[in-house]
């Protein structure tokens, strides 16, 4: 209450999806050597004053000192812009952070932003992929929140319960706070922009292995296996 009255920070009573403390902070102003990064863009439908802004964040996937897969907030920026400055902007800032991959929802604006990236910079270092949303801004928030918060969940096929460590950092800068305080705001916030980039990014992530645990590894590879036919016949000649 405190929060919402003074601060202006209206986090939820019994704690946000993503609740603040579960991000890791990196407090070297150095970042680890990456090997994935990836970039998110959320894009908006007008640049009034009142309509939400394009937003991008960008990460990037290292691996920590046992070698576990992590994931760093490596950067972010929010704008009211129009399409050719947006194209722009969005192109400079993957060259910037050295991004393999550029991911745009796939609404209000984002096809345009695709179209013209595609028509302006064919030979982008980045591969750009259209993402279409899936579900609720609420649900896509959940499907990711157990990378932050370190819980257990059950594997839906193998039934075996896999115990997640937090892997998601930022680094300790005003910038890395501003998302820190929307994503542990949402859904109770004003603009939702940035939230949006960060689910969209961390379940593309997962979903693609991009980080991907050795149980989890073991466990896809079990699963491929077991509708594939024997070799060779199933009885003695």
């Not at 050597?33 to 009034?48: N, P, R, S």
């Amino acid at each position: 209450a405190y929060a919402g009255q003074y601060q202006q920070s209206p986090t939820m009573r019994g704690g946000a999806i993503v609740q603040r403390d579960w991000w890791q902070t990196w407090a070297s102003a150095t970042f680890p050597d990456f090997g994935t990064v990836v970039a998110a863009l959320d894009t908006a439908l007008e640049e009034k004053e009142s309509s939400d802004y394009n937003a991008m964040t960008t990460w990037g996937a290292f691996p920590d000192t046992e070698g576990s897969p992590q994931i760093m907030l490596r950067s972010m920026w929010k704008a009211r812009l129009p399409l050719a400055r947006l194209v722009k902007r969005v192109y400079d800032e993957c060259v910037r952070v050295k991004a393999d991959y550029l991911l745009i929802e796939h609404k209000t604006r984002g096809r345009d932003v695709y179209d013209e990236i595609m028509r302006l910079y064919a030979n982008a270092p980045f591969q750009t992929i259209l993402v279409p949303p899936r579900g609720d801004k609420v649900s896509r928030l959940n499907s990711v929140s157990h990378m932050f918060s370190g819980d257990s969940r059950i594997d839906p096929v193998s039934k075996i319960e896999i115990f997640e460590n937090g892997m998601i950092w930022a680094p300790d800068t005003e910038w890395a706070e501003e998302v820190i305080n929307e994503v542990a705001q949402f859904p109770k916030v004003a603009h939702d922009d940035v939230t949006d980039t960060v689910a969209l990014a961390l379940s593309w992530i997962r979903t693609r292995g991009v980080v991907l645990r050795k149980v989890e590894h073991d466990l896809m590879v079990e699963e491929s296996m077991r509708f594939k036919r024997p070799l060779g016949v199933p009885y003695a000649m």
